[in-house]
């Protein structure tokens, strides 16, 4: 009988591995905001210049003063779009940099990761249009799956899988999404048939099926989008090892040293992409 502790282990959703790269610390609030009509008139300049110093002070890696900018935002429009998607981003961020170690680590996490998900759907609530609120949705449950209840995990499997969907569909150029999906269909190949039936008993509901296909697929269809994202080329390296295709996962993992650091999380990326080659190099 396989364990529910092992059916936590496959069900870990790493759909947010790039977001650890991505988001910005907010020293507040602990709650997503309701939004808020502007008390005023007031053009557009000013908001503009707002977003321009965050996206700044963001590529700098200095977080809390990003998202001091973002807040701002809000005071002035608490309906800006790309702020509430900023700030989705941000406190995902917030959960991923939170020590392991730490005592409270998963509650605190949880809770940045819950905050992360109002601020999404909100922003889907602004514009269901745009594929980076639903992105946003999908990358904010994936984590809150991680560090959740293995129930929990089993009921929000496919709401990432519906979200990243809505992602694609109105952006294919979304390589991003394509990540996500790439590793969402690596985790759910992962789960075996003993494990799936387990499930279905313990917690009522039937596992989503993934493919390692699929996941190469969509991971191939992220570098080539975004063929500079480091991590991308790892995880497909990953999907290329679960199928014993050594060649093409070396070939993926060649290039990663000389490939520019973009992301706060890349050395480490690098480091994982050399271990893993050196482990794979006579295989």
Same mark, same amino acid.
């Given at each position: 009988? *396989? ?51 965050? !996206? ?7 977080? =809390? ?7 701002? &935002? ?17 406190? &995902?961020? &917030? ?7 730490? @005592? !409270? ?19 889907? #609530?602004? !514009? ?22 293995? @129930? ?13 969907? #809505?992602? *694609?569909?109105? !952006? ?14 690596? #985790? ?6 003993? @494990? ?43 999907? +290329? ?14 290039? *990663?040293?000389?490939?520019? *650091? ?5 050395? #480490? +990326? =690098? ?13």
């Amino acid at each position: 009988m *396989i364990s529910p502790r092992n059916i936590r282990r496959v069900l870990l959703l790493l759909a947010v591995l790039v977001a650890a790269a991505w988001g910005v610390y907010a020293a507040e609030p602990t709650t997503a905001q309701e939004p808020k009509q502007p008390c005023c008139r007031h053009d557009g300049g000013e908001i503009a210049r707002l977003l321009k110093n965050a !996206d700044r002070l963001y590529g700098e890696f200095k977080p =809390k003063e990003a998202v001091g900018e973002l807040h701002k &935002i809000l005071r002035l429009d608490g309906y800006n779009f790309e702020a509430l998607v900023k700030l989705a981003r941000a406190h &995902i961020d &917030i959960g991923d940099r939170i020590p392991e170690d730490d @005592s !409270d680590a998963k509650e605190r996490r949880l809770k940045e990761y819950a905050v992360a998900e109002d601020y999404a759907r909100k922003a889907v #609530k602004v !514009d269901p249009g745009s594929t980076w609120g639903h992105f946003w949705v999908a990358a904010s449950v994936g984590n809150i799956a991680l560090v959740s209840p293995i @129930s929990k995990q089993v009921e929000l499997a496919g709401e990432i899988r519906e979200q990243v969907e #809505k992602a *694609i569909a109105l !952006d294919p150029s979304n390589g991003s999404a394509y990540h996500i999906y790439g590793l969402w269909h690596r #985790k759910m190949a992962e789960i075996g048939r003993a @494990s799936r039936a387990v499930a279905s008993v313990l917690y009522g509901r039937s596992l989503p099926q993934g493919s390692l296909e699929k996941s190469i697929e969509f991971l191939k269809k992220a570098i080539a989008l975004n063929p500079t994202v480091i991590v991308s080329r790892l995880e497909l390296a990953r999907s +290329h090892v679960a199928r014993e295709e050594w060649e093409p996962a070396r070939a993926v993992l060649r290039p *990663i040293p000389e490939m520019p *650091i973009q992301f706060s999380d890349d050395a #480490k +990326h =690098k480091q994982k992409a050399e271990q893993l080659l050196d482990e794979i190099k006579d295989r």
